[in-house]
């Protein structure tokens, strides 16, 4: 326990201001854990004065580190280079003098020490600088789960980011569509955008969405409307103005997968841009499954503090249809 003790104290000395940088924090993290908290050896000097590098090189020379732990240090220190760039995002915070979790860390760097795979690696810098700069903002739940994440796996978070649609309470919702009992003869909008039944079972199995489907009963929510939007566009439900407010048909009603709280933080770690013509081909059909509302889509201008500010002066719905029958017209002739 003494050892353990020191090598805690040691790290944390040395790596006490993150400001020196994500891949001095790594270093020195990296080669204290491989002395094995002998803290007698000029290693450690060394990585107090930033030769971390140097340190590492001392282990490699006298065969103390094994193929494996050689390995895992080139894995964590090519993330912790990745992380210092990532690091970017954070350079308006005016606080950046956070203290390191020890225990977080050691989590993280027994799961990212066997990822070698860039893009994936990619994903671990960006939890790693996440989590220096917010500590707590990704759970020990989540790096298992980034642990055990195929490069394909990964590959079907990074087609479902671009799909996210936010409700009328902000929640992000991934739509499952219904294209097929309404029209046999036309896929399902997911299937247009590439993801399909398949693609949601390995998500859910995977723990990042979970399958509870949402019903929505627009008949308490039209006062102020009920909407959908992506971060772009704006999708608008208001109900005829003819209709009787007591009528059955009222009943707007829609299906989602939810994300779960390390669905929220992966997602967060994926830089994909909303695809806009899914959301447009999306209003088109609850057009036609919903009659008795007027639906159209608007321009978002900006999102600030939580409140979405739209541009009402143009349907962009009316314009991408008339495209969309453009082209289909030129493909049939």
Same mark, same amino acid.
């Given at each position: 326990?003494d050892?353990f003790n ?6 944390r000395?040395?790596?006490?201001v993150?400001q020196s /940088?994500i891949?001095?924090v790594? /270093? @020195?993290f990296v080669?204290?854990?491989?002395l094995r ?6 290693e #450690?000097?060394?990585?107090?004065m930033g030769?971390v590098?140097?340190?590492i090189?001392d282990?490699v020379k006298?065969?103390?580190?094994t193929?494996?732990?050689?390995v895992?240090c080139?894995?964590?220190?090519q993330i912790?280079?990745?992380?210092d760039?990532e690091n970017?995002a954070?350079e308006?915070e005016t606080n950046?003098?956070h203290? !390191?979790?020890?225990?977080?860390f050691?989590?993280?760097f027994?799961?990212a020490g066997?990822?070698s795979?860039?893009d994936m690696?990619l994903l671990?810098?960006?939890i ?9 903002a990704?759970?020990f739940?989540? !790096?298992?789960?980034?642990?055990n994440?195929?490069q394909s796996?990964a ?9 996210i649609l #936010?409700?009328s309470?902000d929640?992000k919702? !991934? ?9 046999k003869?036309?896929p399902? !909008?997911?299937?247009?955008? @590439?993801?399909?039944?398949?693609d949601?079972n390995?998500?859910?199995?995977c723990g990042?969405?979970?399958n509870t489907k949402k019903e929505?009963n627009?008949v308490?929510?039209l006062?102020?409307g009920?909407?959908?939007y992506? /971060? ?7 109900l005829?103005?003819?209709?009787n407010q007591n009528s059955?048909?009222?009943h707007?009603?829609y299906f ?8 929220i ?12 013509n ?5 209003g ?5 499954k919903y009659p008795? #509302?007027?639906i159209?889509?608007?321009?978002i201008i900006?999102?600030e503090? @939580?409140n979405v500010?739209v541009d009402?002066?143009?349907?962009l719905?009316?314009a991408?249809?008339?495209?969309s ?5 030129l493909?049939s002739?």
């Amino acid at each position: 326990m003494d050892i353990f003790n020191s090598l805690v104290n040691i790290v944390r000395d040395t790596t006490a201001v993150v400001q020196s /940088g994500i891949s001095s924090v790594v /270093g @020195g993290f990296v080669a204290a854990m491989f002395l094995r908290g002998n803290t007698q050896r000029v290693e #450690f000097e060394k990585i107090k004065m930033g030769k971390v590098k140097e340190a590492i090189d001392d282990l490699v020379k006298s065969h103390e580190l094994t193929l494996t732990e050689l390995v895992k240090c080139k894995n964590l220190l090519q993330i912790a280079e990745v992380a210092d760039r990532e690091n970017k995002a954070y350079e308006h915070e005016t606080n950046t003098n956070h203290e !390191i979790d020890f225990d977080w860390f050691l989590r993280f760097f027994e799961a990212a020490g066997n990822i070698s795979n860039e893009d994936m690696q990619l994903l671990w810098a960006r939890i790693l600088a996440g989590e220096v700069h917010n500590p707590g903002a990704f759970s020990f739940r989540t !790096i298992e789960t980034l642990r055990n994440m195929t490069q394909s796996e990964a590959i079907i978070l990074h087609k479902i980011a671009r799909l996210i649609l #936010f409700e009328s309470d902000d929640q992000k919702i !991934i739509y499952e569509s219904d294209y097929i009992s309404l029209d046999k003869d036309k896929p399902d !909008i997911n299937m247009l955008y @590439g993801i399909g039944t398949k693609d949601f079972n390995i998500l859910e199995e995977c723990g990042i969405i979970k399958n509870t489907k949402k019903e929505r009963n627009a008949v308490s929510d039209l006062v102020g409307g009920v909407y959908l939007y992506n /971060g772009n566009i704006l999708l608008e439900f208001l109900l005829k103005s003819e209709l009787n407010q007591n009528s059955e048909e009222l009943h707007l009603e829609y299906f989602a997968y939810l994300f779960t709280r390390t669905g929220i933080e992966l997602i967060s770690i994926i830089n994909e841009q909303p695809n806009d013509n899914y959301i447009l081909d999306l209003g088109l059909f609850f057009r036609e499954k919903y009659p008795n #509302f007027t639906i159209k889509a608007y321009k978002i201008i900006k999102i600030e503090d @939580g409140n979405v500010f739209v541009d009402y002066t143009n349907d962009l719905l009316d314009a991408y249809k008339k495209n969309s029958s453009q082209d289909n017209d030129l493909h049939s002739n």
